[in-house]
């Protein structure tokens, strides 16, 4: 189908497809509820959504069958396909470790030698224990990794772990960190000499920019005391300089300031001790730099 679209692979099922799905949305894309379908067409962009094994991703990018990709750098780094990694996302933050029966935890790495590890990221376990200078069997599975340690077939497991419900839905522990990985955004490395293609990613990624910085920010309001403005200004971690708006009550001013979302609570003490009252703290959807 080769329609001029912009053709996007996403996963399908697992960790990264709701939160890959929830990204495009708030870039604006108008993605009508995609079911059971492979291919589904944004309504009111040139860019059509592939929904595939994250496994598959990055192949399929390098092949050209997708032009770009959202898949985790652990799935980008196992596959070691020719791709050229253009963003970061900052979600779907995991971490690949190996982990371990409570009667079976390995205390240092060197307990590692001669055990027998089950993962689907042999390429990473084996440059891990090279680094290490480790000897230990890699058993390659395709899913369900966890179970291994309870059907024999492995003394430990190397494998995502993100929340962690996994390994304590299968009484695991975590012991070694491996890899760490966050969503990423994959293209094929040609898709440059494609103007028209090129210049849709590069829109595409100027607004996850925007929709993602957006979201590490909030928009705080407040009305204080004219007298107190310079003592607020002084407590708002805001990189600009704070709006200052007049009230009708002439002892009062209204201030607002855009401020990291983390920021808040540890800043709305000392306002209130300024005098702020009516504290608002708003979403902000959208940052236009
Ligand atoms: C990974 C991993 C576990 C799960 C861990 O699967 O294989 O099943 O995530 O997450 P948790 O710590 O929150 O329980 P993934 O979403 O990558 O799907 P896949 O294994 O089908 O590729
Ligand atoms: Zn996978």
């Not at 059509?48 to 980008?76: H, N, S, T």
């Not at 990189?239 to 209204?254: F, G, R």
Request: charged share 25%; net charge negative.
């Amino acid at each position: 189908m080769e329609n001029g679209n912009l053709k996007l692979a996403i996963q399908k099922k697992g960790r990264l497809s709701e939160k890959s799905l929830e990204l495009l949305k708030l870039c604006g894309l108008d993605i009508e509820n995609y079911s059971e379908r492979l291919i589904v067409s944004a309504k009111n962009h040139k860019l059509d959504l592939l929904f595939l094994r994250d496994d598959d991703i990055p192949e399929y990018v390098q092949d050209g069958v997708a032009d770009i990709g959202i898949v985790g750098e652990d799935v980008v780094y196992e596959k070691q396909a020719n791709i050229t990694v253009s963003e970061k996302l900052g979600f779907g933050k995991c971490k690949l470790m190996i982990a371990a029966p409570s009667n079976g935890m390995p205390e240092s790495l060197e307990d590692l030698n001669g055990k027998t590890i089950a993962t689907s990221y042999p390429n990473i376990l084996k440059l891990f224990l090279n680094a290490n200078n480790l000897q230990a069997k890699i058993i390659q599975i395709s899913g369900s990794v966890e179970i291994a340690p309870s059907l024999g077939v492995a003394d430990l497991i190397c494998d995502i772990v993100s929340t962690g419900n996994t390994l304590r839905m299968n009484k695991l522990n975590k012991s070694f960190n491996v890899f760490d990985s966050e969503a990423v955004m994959i293209s094929n490395n040609d898709l440059k000499k494609n103007e028209e293609k090129y210049a849709i990613l590069q829109d595409l990624i100027a607004r996850m920019r925007s929709v993602l910085s957006a979201k590490k920010s909030k928009y705080l309001m407040m009305n204080i005391p004219k007298n107190s403005l310079e003592e607020i200004t002084r407590i708002i971690p805001s990189l600009k300089s704070p709006t200052v708006l007049h009230l009708a009550d002439e002892a009062s001013l209204a201030v607002h300031a855009v401020i990291p979302a983390d920021r808040f609570w540890s800043i709305v003490n000392d306002l209130k001790a300024a005098g702020a009252t009516g504290i608002l703290l708003l979403p902000i959807e959208n940052m236009i730099f």
